[in-house]
């Protein structure tokens, strides 16, 4: 059951016309942080990394806390991703940084007062991207799973995962079929209940590919096929707390254009994570409507909260109980 629908922030209110690629983060009792890249267009330099404090059933001002200026040259930045490690009080805000996803690369930024400041930007060690556009996953020994993947310089799309045992201080990258001629881009990462290990990506065959990893995300199992059309755009999925699997995604094929296909925006649930059904109509749109880049995550009251780009205008805030 939807309980609200809002906007984090009205266009007319605030200094950027486009934004994109949000991901939001349980910091308190009922209180959230959501993040966000900015500016005049994707890509441009003026692009920045932006927050929002949801308290009291409300959104608060947004803020900017990262840019790309590196070397005291002006980049633009990327799919800012929020993290935190369990039990720690540091909230990690990974985000990318670069003229294009062909040649960006990792950075973060460090909070240990829920987001209100943030220490200088650190890029990633070893060469590490971070998680490309969905959150990473912490198993119960401790060891985090960051789902990530790159973009080559002549358009060829790979996935990985980028493993750390050590709490995120480096970072171990392990391939996902790098051998197939599928291409797929920003997995989201499951857990199922024997500890199996699936990703679910963006990708070129107008489906959401998945693959399985039976030993932590070392080595992955081939490419298969889910019953989800994907348009070439991201989705995100999570486990709830019951056992389900939940994604967010665009329901429809890629079109002549990257941005075709993003107009109708559902959810579906799944107990396997091959086979999905539609539970709920986000966005039914028009041509040239754009609902995209998801992302999804259960609170502590078991309420699901999903952030989206809503026309590159704003970014809409959805939760279900």
Known sequence: MMIAKVDIFDNADVPFNQCHASSIHQIGDDKFLATWFAGTHESNPDVAIWTAVYQNERWGTPVKVADGNVGNKLFPTWNPVLYQYPQSDTLILFYKVGKNPREWKGYKKLSTDSGLTWSNPFEL??????PIKNKPLTLEDGVIISPSSTESLDEIWKAHVEISNDRGKTWINYPINHQDTIEV????????????????CRSKENIVMTAFSKDKGKSWLPWQ???LQNPNSATDAIRLQNGLFIIVYNPDIAGKDWWEGRTKLHIAT?????????????????EGDEYSYPTIIQDDDRRIHITYTWNRKTIKHVILK
Do not use: F, R, Y
């Open 270 to 286: 799944s107990k396997d994570g091959i086979n999905w059904k539609d539970q709920l109509v986000l966005e039914n749109g028009n």
């Open 185 to 200: 881009i920003q997995p989201s990462i499951l857990q199922h209940p024997n500890g199996d290990l699936q990703v679910l």
């Open 225 to 227: 096929k889910t019953n």
């Open 125 to 130: 060690e070893g060469n590490a991207l971070g």
